[in-house]
């Protein structure tokens, strides 16, 4: 079986047994990576249209034979397949494409494996310029693997303090702070690495160096959170809840706790969340401050959001099925979209809903009339 890799993480190029192979056509890099990612076959007339989109129909499939023709030559073989209406990779032809390689690691849980493969942005330096719609497409295919890989970084920061391995959680935090310089989210996880590191003046270097890109750029000021890592009487670090992982339905979903009591209360998020930033907006702070004096709170992010794998979308659901496993009388609380399935959740649990008279008692009078008006 012929064997062909393509790169498209970085400038695309497309790579025989032998080694590179130079192709020197733009529009057939451009097609050899459309076809690759579709991993499909593509209607002739789609195609034609994406490269040549001012072209008069029979003019630009005229093109796309004669493009098809040239990369085959360049290739030495044939490595299409087509029929009168579509064409695709050959069957014939076993092809490696590190976006696919990439994007396997990430699912499998492998992150370090998913970094050392992202090398550059997907089709870096590459564009058609008068190819609008190919250019958009590749536009938000790099951002999806872009947002895996910031992801990625940001798991295995997490995973390597966790460990004591700080100095390979700076590392990794470094490259955040490469890729989003101004993010103080970013920004922090690097500050506070160093820090665990015991590196105070690189810590201290690099909080400088932010405070001077947000002022300077941006006209802002750091938030209270980034200074209080450098603040003389600042609590130790790694004093803030650990996030832990816990693997269920296919997926490693990312939870803490907070607080102890009687009460185990699972607060389910909604569409968007972060266990590890929802305490830095005050509002949210307020809302979930007052609930630890009543039980020990369990936050998470379900799949496909904040720290959680972003394989397809999944709700308590999964968690009602061993997701995690908090106590089985938890109480849930919800808010936006998983207001529902906070009741599908309970409904059927005896013990959930003894739970929740408990909960609601304890509650002040205030706070008896809002969660009667949300039911």
Not at 350 to 362: C, G, H, N, T, Y
Request: net charge negative; aromatic share 8%.
């Amino acid at each position: 079986m012929t064997r062909f890799s393509l790169q498209t993480l970085g400038y695309p190029e497309i790579r025989g047994d032998d080694g590179p192979i130079k192709l020197n056509l733009r529009k057939g890099l451009a097609l050899l990576v459309y076809l690759a990612e579709t991993q499909g076959a593509v209607a002739r007339d789609v195609m034609a249209t994406l490269l040549w989109p001012d072209s008069p129909r029979e003019t630009a499939l005229t093109r796309l034979r004669r493009m098809l023709h040239r990369i085959e030559l360049a290739l030495g073989q044939q490595v299409f397949e087509t029929d009168r209406a579509s064409v695709r990779w050959s069957p014939a032809v076993e092809l490696k494409v590190d976006s696919h390689l990439f994007e396997s690691a990430c699912d499998r849980g492998a992150f370090e494996e998913a970094c050392l493969e992202y090398r550059g942005d997907f089709l870096a330096g590459l564009s058609l310029g008068d190819c609008p719609e190919f250019d958009d497409w590749a536009f938000y295919r790099r951002e999806a693997l872009r947002g895996r890989l910031m992801h990625g970084l940001e798991r295995l920061v997490q995973d390597k303090n966790a460990a004591g391995d700080h100095f390979a959680a700076t590392a990794h935090a470094g490259r955040l702070v490469e890729l989003d310089p101004f993010s103080e989210v970013y920004g922090r996880h690097l500050i506070r690495s160093l820090l665990l590191a015991g590196d105070r003046s690189a810590a201290a270097r690099h909080h400088a160096a932010l405070t001077q890109r947000l002022r300077d750029e941006l006209g802002v000021a750091p938030e209270a959170a980034t200074e209080a890592l450098m603040a003389p009487a600042a609590p130790p670090v790694d004093a803030a809840p650990t996030t832990l992982y816990v693997k269920g339905a296919g997926a490693h979903l990312a939870y803490q706790t907070y607080g102890s009591g009687e009460l185990d209360i699972l607060i389910m998020p909604g569409f968007v969340s972060h266990v590890e930033r929802v305490w830095e907006h005050p509002s949210c702070r307020a809302f979930l401050a007052p609930l630890m004096g009543l039980g020990r709170i369990i936050m998470f992010d379900r799949r496909g959001i904040g720290l959680s794998d972003r394989v397809g979308s999944t709700g308590p659901r999964a968690l009602r099925q061993g997701a995690t496993s908090p106590a089985e009388s938890a109480v849930p609380n919800s808010w936006s979209s998983d207001g529902n399935d906070h009741w599908f959740f309970a409904g059927d649990q005896q013990p959930v809903l003894e739970a929740i008279k408990r909960f609601v008692s304890a509650l002040p009078r205030s706070g008896k009339a809002a969660a009667r008006t949300e039911a």
